[in-house]
């Protein structure tokens, strides 16, 4: 999908003031919103912020650690990062409503010293070489069907020894995939490839696996079937669509067509630039 027909599916106007709209109608002081408060408006992700958790932790995420998020949504888990865990994020996302909301969440948090957000393109990062420690992406990679690309330019923006940490939709033993999902309405432009075939594209791109976990059990919410508020991101991005990507989610997750792999993985090897 280019940046056109991303923003197109992905973005929606006056983000900030629905979420906060909708979570003043859930009965929170939007004047006092803490991180927790937001986290079901700002995850944008099966499992929530207990998976950003989860994979922080395998990541062994320390303060002071510089993370680039790719495809970073409206920055609930770059917010996490940053004040659970004392990282500076930056925030990458090429649906630009998700950037400008995200940029007036972190500001409402009191969280611009340690979150950035910036427009671009997963498949074109612009940020500068061996700069990041951790390169981190949740559920973003699931347009993109270029996944060589996609993570040799992860390896180019982070130092030597520097750390990937994934949670990514791939493909269950089960196939096909039943439509619409969270992130597609059809086939065409939902691009996941089974564990084994990430593994190796990964692998080639000069990464070690450290761990790597199957957590579709664990990783539920409203696009898997689990119970979802009415403030969750899903609703409010999906509206009433969520209702049949819901009941697909559910088909997908029970008869393993779509498997949630959260992963750690080394740089062992400078790429080729
Ligand atoms: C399901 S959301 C996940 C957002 C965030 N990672 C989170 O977990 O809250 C998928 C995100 O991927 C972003 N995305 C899709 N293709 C992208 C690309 N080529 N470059 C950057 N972001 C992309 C979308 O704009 C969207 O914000």
């Known amino acids: 999908m280019n940046a ?16 906060l709209e909708t979570l003043a109608a859930a009965g929170m002081n939007v004047d006092a919103l803490t991180i927790d408060d937001l986290a079901p408006a700002d995850h ?21 650690m510089r993370v680039l998020d790719v495809g970073g949504g409206l920055g609930g888990p770059a917010r996490t990062l940053a004040a659970e865990f ?33 427009i671009g393109d997963a ?8 700069a990041f420690d951790v390169v981190w992406t949740q559920n973003s990679g699931m347009n993109i069907p ?20 994934i949670q990514e939709p791939m493909a269950g033993p089960v196939q096909p995939v039943v439509f619409p999902v969270m992130w597609a309405r059809d086939a065409g432009t939902s691009f996941l490839r089974a564990p084994g075939e990430m593994r190796a594209v990964i692998g080639a791109a000069g990464f070690q696996v450290r761990a790597w976990d199957d957590v579709t059990a664990e990783a539920v919410g409203p696009s898997t079937g689990g119970p979802g508020p009415a403030h969750s991101v899903q609703r409010i991005v999906m509206g ?19 498997v949630m792999i959260q992963a750690v993985l080394d740089l062992a090897r400078s790429p080729r630039r």
């Open 4 to 19: 056109r027909a991303t923003n197109a599916y992905w973005g929606r106007s006056g983000l900030e003031r629905t979420i």
């Open 44 to 64: 944008f992700h099966s499992g929530g912020k207990s998976a950003t958790l989860r994979l922080a932790r395998l990541a062994e995420l320390r303060p002071g």
């Open 86 to 118: 004392g990282c500076r994020v930056t925030v990458v996302d090429l649906t630009e409503s998700y950037v400008q909301a995200g940029e007036a969440l972190t500001a409402r948090l009191g969280l611009i010293d340690r979150v950035k957000h910036r």
């Open 123 to 130: 498949l074109a990062l612009d940020v500068g070489a061996d």
């Open 146 to 165: 270029d996944k060589e690309r996609l993570y040799a330019g992860f390896a180019r923006v982070m130092r030597p020894g520097g750390l990937l940490a």
């Open 240 to 258: 009433q669509a969520l209702d049949a990507i819901v009941r697909a989610g559910q088909r997908n997750r029970e008869e393993q067509r779509i």
